[in-house]
C-alpha cells in the first residue's frame, strides 16, 4: 500500500511539472537542470520523453526522431543521461524550447507553526498543485504515520545516518522535536535551487526556524496558525497517531510554540488548506519580506 502511494504521488508530481512546462509558467531548461542537480528531486525521475513531449508544439512522432537523433533511450530518465547526453540535450533545448524568464532573485521560505496545525497538509497540497515552487523534504528519526510516503513526506532515516549526516555538515539545520525524534534539512537541494533562482520551501519545526534565520537572515519567516485553540486540539486528538501522553505533551508544546509567533516575519491561519497555500505562496512571490500580514487567532485559555 505505501509503494502504490508513493508512486501515485511521484504521477502526480510529474504530470504538474509537465503541465507547468506546457503552459510555459516553468523551462524544460530549468526542469532538467533541476533533475540533474538532484537525483531526489520529482525531475530526476521523468522520462526524458515525456520532458519534450511536454514543450509546446511537440508531438509523439516529432520527438521519438528528435530522441533518435540525440541518441537517448525512449526509457531513458532525466537522472540518468550520460554527460555527451546531457550537453545533446541542453543544447536541443536551448534551440527549441521557449525560455521562461527567471525571477530576480530566490526566495528561501520558512513555514513553521504548533503541532496539528496543517504545516504538512499545507505543504503537500503546494507540492502537488504549484511546480514552481521548490519544496525542501526534510529527514527524520521518526517513524512514518499512515499515508506518509519515505523520499515524499520526509526521509525516514535511523539515528545512525542522521548521527552521520549531522558530522558530515549535511544538514542546513536540525532539532529535536517535542523530547524524542530528531528533524533535519538536507543542504545540498536547498543550495542548489537557490542558486538557480528557485524559491524554496522549507516545512520544519520553529527550532529549525530560528536556526535558518540565523545562518540565512535573508530567510522569510511565515508563521502557521490554527484558527483557534479548540480546533487545534480536535485536529491533533482527531489524526489518532499520538498515545493520550503524547497528546497531552504535544499540547503542552504547542501553547509554547504559539508564544514564538512574534519572531516571524508573516502569519497565516489555516482555516482552510487551499486558502493557507495560496498565502504561502502569494509570500514566496513577493519581493522580500515586506510587512508583516496581520492574522486573527483567539486561544482559549484553561
Given at each position: 500500500m505505501a509503494a502504490s502511494r508513493a508512486a501515485v504521488a511521484a504521477r502526480q508530481a510529474r504530470a504538474s511539472v509537465k503541465r507547468a512546462v506546457n503552459e510555459r509558467r516553468i523551462s524544460a531548461q530549468s526542469?532538467?537542470?533541476?533533475?540533474?542537480?538532484?537525483?531526489?528531486?520529482?525531475?530526476?525521475?521523468?522520462?526524458v520523453r515525456d520532458l519534450l513531449l511536454a514543450i509546446p508544439g511537440l508531438g509523439p512522432v516529432r520527438v521519438a526522431r528528435i530522441m533518435e537523433?540525440?541518441?537517448?533511450?525512449?526509457?531513458?530518465?532525466?537522472?540518468?543521461?550520460?554527460?555527451?547526453?546531457?550537453?545533446?540535450?541542453?543544447?536541443?533545448?536551448?534551440?527549441?524550447?521557449?525560455?521562461?524568464?527567471?525571477?530576480t532573485s530566490s526566495t528561501l521560505v520558512v513555514l513553521a507553526g504548533p503541532t496539528a496545525v496543517g504545516k504538512g497538509t499545507v505543504s503537500t497540497y503546494i507540492r502537488e498543485n504549484h511546480p514552481e515552487v521548490c519544496l525542501s523534504i526534510s529527514a527524520t528519526t521518526r517513524a512514518p504515520r499512515p499515508g506518509e510516503v519515505d523520499g515524499v513526506s520526509y526521509y525516514f532515516i535511523d539515528d545512525?545516518?542522521?548521527?552521520?549526516?549531522?558530522e558530515a555538515g549535511e544538514f542546513l539545520e536540525w532539532a529535536v522535536v517535542?523530547?524524542?525524534?530528531?528533524?533535519?534539512?538536507?543542504?545540498?537541494?536547498?543550495?542548489?535551487?537557490?542558486?538557480?533562482?528557485?524559491?524554496?520551501?522549507?516545512?520544519?519545526?520553529?527550532?529549525?526556524a530560528r536556526q535558518v534565520k540565523a545562518s540565512e537572515p535573508s530567510a522569510v519567516l511565515v508563521f502557521l496558525?490554527?484558527?483557534?485553540?479548540?480546533?487545534?486540539?480536535?485536529?491533533?486528538?482527531?489524526?489518532?497517531?499520538?498515545?493520550?501522553?503524547?497528546?497531552?505533551?504535544?499540547?503542552?508544546?504547542?501553547?509554547?510554540?504559539?508564544?514564538?509567533?512574534?519572531?516571524?516575519?508573516?502569519?497565516?491561519?489555516?482555516?482552510d488548506v487551499q486558502t493557507a497555500a495560496a498565502e504561502v505562496v502569494e509570500l514566496m512571490n513577493a519581493s522580500g519580506a515586506g510587512t508583516p500580514v496581520a492574522a486573527s487567532y483567539r486561544t482559549k485559555e484553561n
Open positions: 526542469v532538467l537542470e533541476v533533475a540533474l542537480a538532484s537525483t531526489e528531486s520529482i525531475e530526476s525521475t521523468m522520462k537523433e540525440l541518441g537517448i533511450s525512449p526509457t531513458k530518465r532525466l537522472s540518468g543521461l550520460g554527460v555527451h547526453q546531457q550537453v545533446r540535450l541542453r543544447e536541443f533545448l536551448d534551440r527549441r524550447a521557449p525560455m521562461v524568464p527567471a525571477p545512525a545516518e542522521f548521527d552521520r549526516m549531522v517535542h523530547n524524542h525524534s530528531r528533524y533535519g534539512t538536507p543542504r545540498a537541494p536547498i543550495e542548489a535551487a537557490l542558486a538557480e533562482g528557485r524559491s524554496v520551501l522549507l516545512e520544519i519545526d520553529i527550532q529549525g496558525l490554527p484558527p483557534t485553540w479548540d480546533e487545534l486540539v480536535r485536529r491533533l486528538i482527531g489524526r489518532g497517531t499520538e498515545s493520550a501522553e503524547e497528546q497531552e505533551r504535544r499540547l503542552r508544546t504547542a501553547r509554547v510554540e504559539l508564544a514564538a509567533q512574534g519572531e516571524f516575519d508573516h502569519r497565516v491561519v489555516n482555516t
